[in-house]
């Protein structure tokens, strides 16, 4: 039996976050804020992580694109118990992270990065 993009998706999620252990959850978001695959606990509503992520992704290109900065690479919010990380994959989608608060946030982006080719290749 073949596996669906989806299923794809999330099993390379589930990867990332074994990859890095700081990385709490993890979810692909549509630029339009519907949710395509996600690795979140339940206490996570994936509605909203969705519906944020693409709010965050499109005030951050704009941001960017009108304050001279060239193309959005990636977003992060620090809060007090930790990060939030967005990474655009391509033009349709965003790869969204939430980290512990002591994450090494060099190996974290690293690995978004690589995770965000893989996703590239499937969406």
């Given amino acids: 039996m073949n596996k ?21 959850a993890s ?4 630029v339009d804020g519907l ?4 690795s979140l606990p339940q206490d996570v ?4 992580v969705s519906a944020m992520s693409a709010a965050m992704l499109s005030l ?3 941001i960017a694109s009108e304050l001279g900065r060239g193309v959005l690479d990636q977003v992060y919010i620090k809060g007090e118990d930790g990060y939030v990380v967005l ?6 989608a965003v790869l969204t992270a939430l980290a512990h608060k002591n994450a090494k946030l060099g ?12 996703i590239a290749k499937l969406i």
Wanted: hydrophobic share 40%.
């Fill in 60 to 62: 951050g290109e704009r």
């Fill in 4 to 24: 669906s993009r989806t299923q794809m998706m999330v099993e390379r999620l589930r990867d990332l976050q074994a990859s890095s252990p700081d990385i709490e």
């Fill in 45 to 48: 509503e994936e509605d909203r």
């Fill in 107 to 118: 190996l974290i982006f690293l690995d978004m990065r690589r995770a965000v080719e893989d």
């Fill in 35 to 38: 949710s395509i695959a996600s």
């Fill in 27 to 30: 979810a692909i978001v549509s």
């Fill in 87 to 92: 990474m655009a994959v391509g033009e349709e």
